[in-house]
């Protein structure tokens, strides 16, 4: 399977839905290392999943802001990329040679600060993966804005796409790709696993 745009799939908890996605193409699989998330797998479960999917990139996500802590993560769970909330950790997380992606939450700042923390902050990350914990509106500023952004910064759209939306958002904004999230639980701002393989249908390549 080929999907039109590179896809990272955020909060994978389960076997079948890392398979599932696996399966259709996807290029990155991401898992919560924070003991304290509500989508948090255990390294046991990480470990058994991993087993099973093959030709997929695994991330591991975090939201802690603590070097030391995040050592210890990356030596338990051995991702092949690492993905932080925390644009100041980037020089230093770049010296243990893995790929890193910058997770930014739209919904917590203003695209002056965007602006600001791409252009000052996401040195040193691989990807800029925007998400938002609240509800957002892809309007007309917005749209403007992630053009101008995505044609300067490898930025990969986690929020405002769905079924009836992907085709004109990968033919409007230059990211490099999309983000969605799988999870257990419906959460405000997460879509269920069924639009999530709809729109991995909907950007299948014939």
């Given at each position: 399977?080929?999907?039109?745009?590179?896809?990272?799939?955020?909060?994978v908890?389960?076997l079948?839905?890392?398979?599932?996605?696996?399966?259709?193409?996807?290029?990155?699989?991401?898992?919560?290392?924070d003991?304290?998330?509500?989508?948090?797998?255990?390294?046991?479960k990480?470990?058994?999943?991993?087993?099973?999917?093959?030709?997929?990139?695994?991330?591991?996500e975090?939201?802690?802001?603590?070097?030391?802590?995040?050592?210890?993560?990356?030596?338990t769970?051995?991702?092949?990329?690492?993905q932080?909330?925390?644009?100041?950790?980037?020089?230093?997380?770049?010296?243990?040679?893995?790929?890193?992606?910058?997770?930014?939450?739209?919904?917590?700042?203003?695209l002056?600060?965007?602006?600001?923390?791409?252009?000052?902050?996401?040195?040193?990350?691989d990807?800029?993966?925007?998400?938002?914990?609240g509800?957002?509106?892809?309007?007309?500023?917005?749209?403007?804005?992630?053009?101008?952004?995505?044609a300067?910064?490898p930025?990969?759209?986690?929020?405002?796409?769905?079924?009836?939306?992907?085709?004109?958002?990968?033919?409007?904004?230059?990211?490099?790709?999309?983000?969605?999230?799988?999870?257990?639980?419906?959460?405000?701002?997460?879509?269920?696993?069924?639009?999530?393989?709809?729109?991995?249908?909907?950007?299948?390549?014939?």
């Amino acid at each position: 399977m080929a999907l039109q745009t590179l896809v990272k799939i955020s909060n994978v908890t389960n076997l079948s839905d890392a398979r599932y996605c696996a399966g259709m193409g996807v290029d990155m699989l991401g898992f919560s290392m924070d003991a304290d998330s509500a989508d948090y797998v255990e390294p046991k479960k990480f470990d058994e999943i991993r087993a099973w999917v093959a030709g997929v990139q695994i991330v591991g996500e975090t939201a802690s802001t603590d070097p030391e802590l995040i050592e210890q993560l990356l030596d338990t769970y051995h991702p092949d990329l690492l993905q932080v909330d925390e644009a100041a950790l980037l020089p230093y997380l770049g010296t243990f040679g893995k790929p890193l992606i910058l997770r930014t939450d739209l919904a917590q700042v203003t695209l002056d600060q965007l602006d600001t923390l791409l252009q000052t902050g996401s040195t040193g990350a691989d990807y800029v993966l925007l998400e938002s914990n609240g509800p957002i509106h892809l309007d007309d500023e917005l749209k403007t804005a992630l053009q101008r952004l995505s044609a300067r910064y490898p930025i990969l759209l986690g929020t405002g796409v769905s079924v009836a939306n992907v085709h004109e958002l990968l033919a409007q904004l230059p990211v490099r790709g999309i983000a969605l999230s799988g999870g257990n639980e419906e959460r405000p701002g997460n879509k269920e696993f069924g639009e999530l393989m709809d729109i991995l249908e909907a950007i299948e390549e014939d």
